[in-house]
């Protein structure tokens, strides 16, 4: 059974008379343990796929199925509580809660699944300095630079070892050296946990790395390949 199955599935907008069609008759099956990159221009409906394939966004027809059980059939706590146990955001915007630290964003997944504060604060430590940003965990967000958000958010998806990890422009503010960095840390977590991870992006440095392209273009699939050697 895959990990995330979507069949035809098509999200539309509403937009006053109109509506806009974001994603098109997708269909996807992603297996545990894939190392996938959605990419397409800007516009290609990369973000809405990645909302959908995490269950924050529902679709307008067709169907998503997250561990063969269709998320539209499954209760608001049910849902809630397999985004908060299994999946790990990285969102294009950071979402950073703007009133805790640095430290206190990063543990607050630890935090929701009731890890004791101690222990919670102690892997939130090393993953901030694993990503080099340890100096800045007493910082709160408006006062860390873009690039500093980023692997704030990163650190924040990464720390409760979710099963499945979506990253929407995970190095898009990022430096050569850092978005490195980071992307060699998703690959062995990938590698040693058998973490999944779903990448919207059109960095060239990560799409390199991925075992599996997945090309948009207007809301459809237009290509999927799969590529051995990568990571
Ligand atoms: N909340 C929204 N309301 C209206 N239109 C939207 C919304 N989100 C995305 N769209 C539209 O859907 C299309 C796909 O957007 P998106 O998924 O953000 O693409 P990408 O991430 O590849 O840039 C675009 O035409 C965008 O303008
Ligand atoms: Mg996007």
Redo the contacts with the bound molecule.
């Keep these: 059974m895959p990990l995330v199955k979507l069949q035809k599935v098509t ?1 539309r ?3 006053g008379q109109t509506s ?4 098109e008759d997708v269909d996807i099956e992603i297996d545990r343990g894939e190392f996938v990159a ?1 990419w ?12 959908l394939v995490g269950c924050i966004d529902l679709p307008s027809s067709g169907s998503v199925e997250v561990n063969g059980r269709n998320v539209a059939d499954l209760s608001d706590d049910a849902l809630s509580e397999h985004r908060n146990l299994s999946v790990g955001f990285v969102f ?1 915007q950071f979402n950073l809660v703007p009133v805790l630290t640095a430290l206190e964003n990063v543990m607050l997944p630890l935090n929701l699944r009731g890890v004791a504060a101690r222990e919670a604060r102690a892997h939130a430590i090393d993953l901030l300095a694993e990503l080099g940003i340890a100096d800045f965990m007493a910082h709160r967000p408006d006062k860390l630079s873009g690039g500093q958000r980023q692997r704030v958010a990163i650190a924040r998806a990464l720390v409760g070892k979710p099963a499945l990890v979506i990253a ?2 995970p190095t898009a503010n990022l430096d050569s050296g850092n978005a490195l960095r980071i992307v060699s840390l998703m690959g062995q977590l990938n590698k040693s946990h058998g973490t999944t991870f779903i990448f ?1 992006t059109h960095d060239q440095r990560l799409l390199d790395r991925v075992s599996r392209r997945i090309l ?1 273009a207007d ?1 459809r699939v237009v290509e999927d390949t799969t590529q051995a050697g990568a990571r």
């Design positions: 999200r907008y509403r937009l806009v069609t974001a994603v959605l397409g221009p800007s516009g290609s409906g990369k973000s809405t796929l990645c909302n294009q929407d422009e919207a948009l809301g």
